[in-house]
């Protein structure tokens, strides 16, 4: 149902942007719409709640009256809400009900390592004057950048300054070591539409975590990570893999559209993870992968706000592994002076590498940075979603993106691959990562 309501949500996307620019949206015909969807009128308004009081949740909405967005809306003769009523969790807080108090934001800074954040200077070289042929990110694999090419209209959705902290939905709240440890706090941002995004993404809070390779949290290394490995079924005639990962700070592994598991430490420290699972050629590999933050909502991370970069690397024991062969997309991007320095190509694939990595506002004025969101599609781990239209990830060498332990110390696991992101290593916080591939 939620696919389902995403994938409507995109297709009224056109739509819901030309809504947004209307003022006074039509009153809600429930009489009519008691009749069309046969449900009677005085449940429909006690879900819609009282008028008059801001833009209802119609998502909301059409899943406590377990109907579609578009039947609920087409019924109600009102405009189809932008990114589908609100995307995920209302802010009510911690939805797996650990009740953890987390810090305020602000006491974080005190808990900060030696090395500063993640281990990168506030402004890495990767994306602008590359002191050298290695520090230069790779060409995409299948698009090159036409610096005649027409530009678009940006259909993402700005939102400006802090958003509001909702909780930790990650594996590790906690952190009893004597290493740095920052909760990966999540947050929403308000829109000037009404819509609501989940900084730095929404997040699977359920399945998995991936098995421990290195972990600060829970003891440091585990020898005997291998032996510990029990493959998740995903087809039952399919070949059995293992898998090594690593993310900057954070990724979601998808097989064949099954979640497999979660990196345990959504920020800091830095960890490594293996995965195992038996899956059927062609096999699909999405990650979800988040640069995180600790100013929620401004792409900015400790007391410097700092703007933090990404990557991810993994490498697969069927001799695959990141390249960039895969596909990359961002969906979250921040901090901006003006979002309007990020252009999107025919495709609408966003690209901020013409936005300074070190803004203005960074240091001027942090609650004036402006964030750049998109919807993120509900089957972007699927197989058969069409990433067609996506630019090739970029690819990054171990020095522009870690110094940390928990990567150069295994990095036998992972020759051969190399870290992806897209084209902004700084800016773009939220990246989904995607490859098929048909054979061993
Ligand atoms: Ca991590
Ligand atoms: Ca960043
Ligand atoms: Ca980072």
Redesign the pocket.
Known sequence: MKRLLIVLALLLLGIASIANAQQGPPEPDFEGAAEILGIPEEDIREAFGPLGQGPPNIRAVAEELGVTVTELTEALGIPAPPNGGGQGQPPQGNQDGDGQGQPPQGDQSGQQAPQGGDGQAPAPAQTEDAPGAEDAPAEPSDTTTDPNAPTFANTGTVTVGSADELGDFTATPECDTQDRFVPALTGLSFSDDGQQWLVPSDLTTTGEICLDVYNPCAGGENVDFRNQLTPLTIDEEGEVITAFLF?D??FELYVNGTHVCN????FVP??SHAAQFQAEYPITYAVRLIDWETHLGLGLEFDEYRVGDGGFIASFSDGSGTSAEWKCQAYYTAPLDDASCVVEDENGNPDSTACASTPACASDDPESCQALHYELPDNWMMPDFDDSGWRGAFTYTSDQVTNQRAYQDYTDLFTGNDFIWSSNLDLDNTVICRVTIDAP
């Open positions: 993310g700070n954070y990196d345990a430490i959504g830095f960890n």
